[in-house]
C-alpha cells in the first residue's frame, strides 16, 4: 500500500513539475493570443461547415422496399394483388415495390424524384417540381409526374397503406395512380376546406401524349376535426372530365342484354367522353384501450372508353391500328377499417367492390350473341389482414385477399367465358416485410 | 391455403394483445426537461411500481418519436403542426391528444455586464434576421452582436421563428447550440452575446425586457406579466399523446395537470396552465 502510495505521490510531484512550464506558457500574452487566433480559426471553418451543412440539409433521401411472398390458389391466375401470376406458377416471392425518394425542399419549392426498382426493372414513379405562393402560403403549383388529385386511396402511400393493393376499381380506372400534367392546390392554414385541380395528358405515368385534349382532374376536400375526442371526419369530392380519341369508325354500347355496334355517328379520329364521379369518406376515432380506428369509404361511378377484352381506358397512338372503341358505365366501391392494437399491431378488414359494366347483369353475359367477355365481369373482394410493425422501419403484412366474380350461367356461352361458370380459384395469400427508411 | 390462412392468424394472435404498461416513456422538448424530469421523479417516488424515462432531443424528436411508436409522451414546447397530425393519423389512426402542461415566458437573455435592459419584438427580429448586427444600434456598446440560438429540431427554435421573426430565417451567422442549457452558457459566456429559452433557464445571466411595440411598455417575463398576457413572448408547453390516455399514462397525466402536479411547474421556473 504504502509503496503504490510513493508511486502516485512521485507521478503527481512528476506531473506538477511538467505542467508548471506549461501553464506559465498558458498564461503569456503570446499563447493567448495564439489560442485566440486558433479558436477564431476554427470558428471560420464551423461557420464554413455550417453552411454547407444547411445546404445539405434541404436534401431529404427516403424510401422503403417491400419484398413479399404471396401464393395463389391455381397456376397463372389473374390477379390484383400485385398483379397477375406468371403462367404455371401459383406461389412466389417478389419486390413488390423497390421506392428511393431524393427529395430537395428550398423554403417555399421543392423538387421530388422517386424511382421504382423491382425484378422487372427501373421505373419512374415521381418526377414533379413545386412552388408555394409566399404571400399566403396556402396555394402551391406542382408540374410533372405525380398522383392524380382524385380520391383518397391514390395519394394514400403504398407505404403507409394497410392492405398490400389498392382497390380493383382504382387499379383499372387509375393505373399506376400518377399522371403526366400540372395541377394547383389550394390548402389555407386552418382551413376546414381544401381543393386541388389539374390539367393531365390522360395517358398514364411514362406514355406520350397522344391527343391534343387534355384532362381535367379535381378534388373539393374538407377536414372535421373534433380534437376534444381526438376524431376527424374527412373526406371529399372528386371529378375527372377527360377525352381519348379513337382510331375506328366502331363504336359499340349496351342495348338490352348485348353490345350494339354504331358505324355511322362516330367519324375516325373524333374524341369520346372519359368521365369519373368520386366520393370519399375517412373516419378517425379511438376505441380504447386498444387504440386509434378508422372507417374508410371510397364510391366511384363513371363511363369508361374501353376495348372489347379490356376495360381499362381506352388509349391508342395517332397512327396505331384502329381499335373498336366499347363504351361502358363503371362502377365501384370499397370499404376498409383498421383497428390499432396497442402500438404495434393493426387488424385490417377491407370489401372492394367493382362493376366494369353496370349496364349487365352476370346472368346475361354468357348468352350466345351478346359479345360479352371478361372484361365485363363484376368482382367483390373480401381482404382480412394482420400487420405488426416490428420497429419504426420495418413492418409485416399478413393479407389474405377472398375474391368472387360474377358467374355465367348460360350453356351455349363463348369459350373464354367458360371458366366464369363458377366461382374463379383466384384467392391470394400476402405475407410482407417492409423496410421503410 | 385456408389452413396456411388460420395457422398464420393463430400465429398472429399474440401480437394483438395489448402489452402490459407498467413503464412510461417521454421524450421531447429540451426546455420542458427539467420538468418532466422532476414530474417523473416526484410521481415515481410515490408510485414505486412505475418507471418514468424522461429523454429530450428537442420537441420535433419527440414528437417524431410519437409517430412512430417509440414514446408514450411527447413533450413539446410548440403546438403540433398539420403535417405532424397527419403522419398520426396514418400510422395510429389518431389525431394526437394535446395536453397543455405548464406555460412559459421565452426569456430573451443578454451577458450581465451589458447595458441594454429593454428591446422591442421588431428589434429582437431584425438581431436574429441579420439586419442588425450591433450593439450601438440599440443602445449598447459599439460591439458586433453574437447571436446564439437553438437547432432546428427544437420547438423553441420553431416558435421563436414563427412567432418572433414572424417566419423569417435566422441569420447565417447564428450558432445553434444543442440545449438551452447550452445558450444560456453561452450567453453567460460572451459579453457581446444574446440567446432565447425558457424562463425557468435564466439563471447566471439577465433576461431583458420585451416591448410589443417601439411605443409600448417593456415587460420582464415574471409570472405575472406572463400571467396577465402582458409579457409579448409567452406560450405554453404542451404534452402530445397518441390516443386519448387509459390506465397508468391517464394516472400521470391527471396527476400532472392537477394543483400537486402544477406546484412542481412552479418550483422548476415555470408557470402552472391555471
Known sequence: MRRSSNVILTLVAALLGFARPLLAEDDSPARVEELKGQVEGMNETMLEMQSTLSALAKVKISGYVQAQFRTGESDGQASFAGGSFPNGVHSQFMVRRGRLKVNYAAGLTQYVLQMDVTQNGVGIKDAYAQITDPWSKSLSLTAGVFDRPFGFEISYSSSSRESPERSRMFQTLFPGERELGAKIEYQPSGSLLNAKAGLFNGTGPTANENDNNKDLIGRVGFQLPFYDANAEIDGGVSFYGGKVRYNSKFVYAVAGDRWAVDSTSHPVGDYFDRNYLGLDLQSYFNVLPAGGSSVRFEFITGRQPSTSSSNSAYSVAFNAASTPLYRRDVSGWYLNAVQNIGRRNQVVLKFDVFDPNTSVEGSAIGKAGANFTPADIAYTTFGAGLVHHWDSNVKFIFYYDVVSNETVDHATTTANLVPFKEDLKDNVLTIRMQYRF | ?274
Request: net charge positive.
Open chain 2, 1 to 274: 391455403m385456408k389452413k396456411i390462412f388460420l395457422a398464420l392468424a393463430l400465429l398472429a394472435l399474440p401480437m394483438i394483445a395489448p402489452a402490459q404498461r407498467g413503464a412510461i416513456t417521454v421524450k421531447g422538448s429540451d426546455t420542458m426537461v427539467i420538468l418532466a424530469q422532476r414530474w417523473a421523479e416526484i410521481y415515481m417516488s410515490a408510485h414505486p411500481d412505475i418507471t418514468i424515462q424522461v429523454t429530450g432531443g428537442g420537441s420535433g424528436t419527440g414528437l417524431s418519436a410519437l409517430q412512430n411508436g417509440t414514446t408514450d409522451i411527447a413533450n413539446a414546447s410548440r403546438p403540433i403542426k398539420p403535417g405532424e397530425r397527419e403522419k398520426l393519423k396514418q400510422r395510429f389512426n389518431s389525431l394526437g391528444v394535446e395536453v397543455k402542461a405548464a406555460r412559459d415566458g421565452l426569456s430573451v437573455y443578454v451577458h450581465e455586464s451589458n447595458p441594454v435592459r429593454e428591446l422591442s419584438l421588431d428589434q429582437i427580429k431584425s438581431i436574429y434576421t441579420g439586419e442588425i448586427t450591433n450593439w450601438k444600434t440599440v443602445g449598447g456598446p459599439d460591439a458586433k452582436i453574437v447571436l446564439y440560438s437553438r437547432e432546428n429540431n427544437s420547438g423553441t427554435y420553431v416558435y421563436f421563428k414563427d412567432y418572433v421573426l414572424r417566419g423569417s430565417d435566422y441569420a447565417a451567422a447564428c450558432q445553434n447550440l444543442p440545449g438551452t442549457a447550452a445558450v444560456v452558457n453561452g450567453v453567460a459566456r460572451d459579453r457581446n452575446g444574446i440567446g432565447y429559452g425558457g424562463a425557468a433557464y435564466s439563471k447566471g445571466i439577465r433576461s431583458i425586457g420585451v416591448r410589443k411595440e417601439a411605443g409600448s411598455p417593456a415587460y420582464e417575463p415574471t409570472e405575472a406579466n406572463i400571467r396577465s398576457g402582458n409579457y409579448p413572448i409567452s406560450r405554453f408547453l404542451y404534452m402530445y399523446l397518441r390516443e386519448k390516455p387509459t390506465g397508468v399514462i391517464k394516472d400521470y397525466i391527471d396527476w400532472i395537470i392537477s394543483p400537486a402536479g402544477q406546484e412542481i411547474v412552479t418550483s422548476v421556473g415555470y408557470f402552472p396552465v391555471r
